[in-house]
């Protein structure tokens, strides 16, 4: 799977909603504003080409912590280069990457594939 579309799996696992005529995500879907970003303070979505979910710490903390929200999951970043994250003690994902940021990403990717059917069969991991 290509960066983008990982990144627009992230974004539609964070909620946003997607302008299919703009091709833009809305990051604050549940809070009714249609264009703002929480990164920039402007008033426009992102682009799914803009998506930084893959090299801003900004992002992927905001995954990172959306992830630890869901009950017995923890997300452990155990070196510069692996992320593991378990679900009630139970390993379910352990990724590396040539860097820490790449790492954490590949986890939450990893991790969202792992957790999404779950949560769409309403069935608990």
Not at 34 to 44: A, H, I, K, Q, V
Not at 74 to 100: A, M, N, P, Q, R
Request: neutral net charge.
């Amino acid at each position: 799977m290509e960066t983008l579309e990982k990144n627009k799996r992230i974004a539609e696992f964070m909620g946003w909603i997607l302008n299919q005529e703009t091709s833009r995500y809305n990051p604050y879907r549940q809070l009714g504003l249609t264009l703002w970003s929480p990164f920039t303070g402007n008033d426009r979505a992102h682009h799914s080409s803009q998506l930084a979910f893959h090299f801003s710490w900004e992002w992927v903390m905001l995954v990172v912590e959306k992830i630890e929200k869901i009950k017995g999951v923890h997300v452990i970043i155990t070196t510069s280069t692996l992320c593991e994250i378990f679900h009630f003690g139970k390993l379910v994902v352990k990724s590396g990457g040539d860097s820490k940021i790449e790492s954490v990403y590949n986890a939450v990717v990893a991790f969202i594939e792992w957790y999404t059917p779950h949560q769409a069969e309403g069935t608990n991991p």
